[in-house]
């Protein structure tokens, strides 16, 4: 079978791009001024298709 297309070792095409989504979410993260370790806040608006990631204050 074709594996999972989201996972590098159990992919079988060596000529599909892979992207490593944890890297890729903490540079955005990063750059919207969160640190490590930081706690977050995730709503999600099903009715608009928004995420919004804040700081947990609580």
Do not use: E, K
Not at 26 to 55: E, K
């Amino acid at each position: 079978m074709g594996g999972n297309p989201y996972d590098p070792l159990t992919t079988t095409n060596s000529t599909q791009a892979f992207i490593p989504w944890m890297q890729v979410a903490d540079i955005w993260l990063q750059r919207a001024s969160f640190v490590p370790g930081q706690r977050m806040r995730f709503a999600f608006d099903y009715r608009n298709h928004c995420l919004t990631i804040s700081p947990d204050r609580g």
